[in-house]
């Protein structure tokens, strides 16, 4: 069989850097503690310059300022979830602001008189290594017209006594000059140093993802092969039969039309058999299903494993004919997968998949009847590897080991479909709604904006056109 290495390397480097692309991957409490420590720095180097070193500061104006950070880290903290990642746009904000913070601090504390205005050169340091190369040169500039404007507007430093602090010109200048070059190179070095690292990444997985598929439309040619070794057999005794009628009815013009198509057909069965053989087909019918077909097929793995599952799709009353018409993402029916399965290996005996929609939203909650989840553990539920590890002898399912890799991968998967995913327990969620008495466990509620998802129909929709095969 001949093959083009050019795409099958090329179409899963494309899928690795879309998924890089639009993957969120700095924690929000990541920089909530590196904040931490600054205001904890910042804090303790006013106290040591007022009682150690008896310098007069606008001590008031810089404790406001901390303040201000002090105040954003507690929201962060209480309004959202400890493993919640920040896109693009959110880290850049939070980064942006630090640098301001920063810059205002040294505003207070002598302008480039201070010695710890070099730490200006640490938000873009942060940036090159994780935001973008647009985001990166907009906090560089940022940083430089920051110790530009220093070096004319500051509040200056005097002792006790009235003395004026400063530092000679010839000196400033050439802390500036040091400020600009180390902006500028560590910014340029960090960000060669991460995307050699991510190039090399994004190749090895790449590689894998091709072999992967590899392995699958090998599997694929098996099954055929099986299929047609199994089915060769049948087709020539059907064609030899057909044949040998045909001839034997040239008297009955009508019946030996049939015969004539009979052989036809098995002709075409063997040309089928030999088109798969050559190639798979991406069967465009199944790139879109009604969205409780895919929640079925997602769960229909877990049928049999001895736990009922119930699915409550739409509210009463509503047809059912008229549900949405979602793309059947492998993502998203993986990720459903793992969740379901989560919910069956925790169950006592039931677990229950509800299904709604509205014009814009489309939400689904996966629910079971066990334990539900630890209550310290619910912050950080979808981090892997939390190491949380089952009693020893548990019924519900043995050999677990609580790595937390499976809810990672499910959030993970489900997060690039475009979903929100929320964690709770049913003990608490369903107090006031008796029938909802017996889901006591684990709550999961996923929600899609339905335009992220749904398929076109209708008109819109369009013919499907001839399937395509796939290409290796």
């Not at 104006?61 to 002090?70: K, M, N, Q, T, Y």
């Not at 200048?173 to 991460?194: D, E, Q, T």
């Not at 465009?284 to 997602?298: F, H, N, Q, Y």
């Not at 369903?430 to 904006?449: D, I």
Request: glycine content about 8%.
């Amino acid at each position: 069989m001949k093959r083009d290495a050019t795409t099958d390397m090329a179409d899963p480097a494309i899928e690795v850097f879309k998924s890089r692309a639009s993957g969120n991957w700095i924690r929000l409490r990541t920089l909530v503690l590196l904040r931490w420590w600054a205001t904890l720095g910042q804090a303790t180097a006013l106290v040591i310059a007022d009682r150690v070193y008896h310098l007069d500061l606008e001590l008031g104006l810089c404790f406001l300022v901390i303040g201000v950070s002090v105040t954003t880290n507690l929201v962060a903290a209480l309004v959202f979830a400890e493993n919640k990642r920040l896109s693009e746009q959110d880290t850049f904000l939070v980064v942006l602001f630090d640098m301001l913070q920063l810059g205002l601090m040294l505003y207070l504390t002598g302008g480039m008189n201070n010695p710890f205005s070099i730490l200006i050169v640490g938000p873009v340091t942060v940036s090159a290594s994780a935001l973008s190369g647009r985001s990166t040169a907009f906090l560089g500039a940022m940083a430089i017209v920051i110790v530009t404007l220093l070096m004319q507007f500051y509040l200056p430093l005097r002792t006790e006594q009235g003395f004026l602090l400063r530092v000679p010109d010839v000196f400033r200048f050439g802390n500036w000059v040091a400020i600009i070059i180390a902006v500028v190179f560590l910014g340029v070095y960090s960000r060669w140093i991460v995307q050699e690292m991510h190039a090399m990444s994004d190749a090895l997985q790449a590689t894998q993802m091709a072999l992967a598929r590899e392995q699958k439309l090998t599997d694929l040619g098996g099954v055929v092969a099986a299929a047609a070794h199994e089915l060769g057999t049948p087709l020539s005794t059907i064609k030899l039969t057909s044949a040998e009628l045909a001839n034997e009815l040239t008297d009955r013009p009508d019946l030996h039309e049939d015969a004539l198509l009979i052989v036809q057909q098995a002709d075409r069965c063997r040309d089928i058999l030999r088109s798969m053989g050559r190639a798979g087909k991406d069967d465009l019918l199944l790139r879109r299903a009604p969205l409780t077909a895919v929640v079925e097929e997602a769960a229909e793995p877990h049928l049999d494993r001895g736990k009922r599952i119930h699915f409550d799709h739409g509210t009463d009353g509503e047809d059912l004919r008229n549900q949405p018409i979602v793309f059947r993402r492998p993502e998203m029916i993986h990720g459903l997968r793992n969740l379901i399965q989560n919910a069956v290996d925790f169950a006592r005996e039931s677990v229950w998949i509800e299904s709604r929609w509205s014009e814009t939203a489309i939400t689904l909650r996966i629910m079971d009847d066990g334990r539900g989840y630890p209550p310290d553990m619910l912050g950080k539920i979808g981090d892997p590897f939390i190491r949380r590890r089952a009693p020893i002898g548990d019924p519900a399912r043995p050999e677990y080991e609580g790595m937390g890799l499976g809810l990672f991968i499910a959030k993970t998967l489900l997060e690039r479909s475009g979903a929100e995913l929320a964690f709770a327990n049913g003990s608490s969620s369903f107090k006031t709604m008796p029938s909802h008495a017996a889901r006591t466990g684990a709550l999961v509620e996923v929600v899609w904006q339905r335009k992220r998802i749904e398929g076109p129909t209708g008109q819109e929709a369009g013919a499907l056109g001839q399937n395509a095969p796939i290409r290796l």
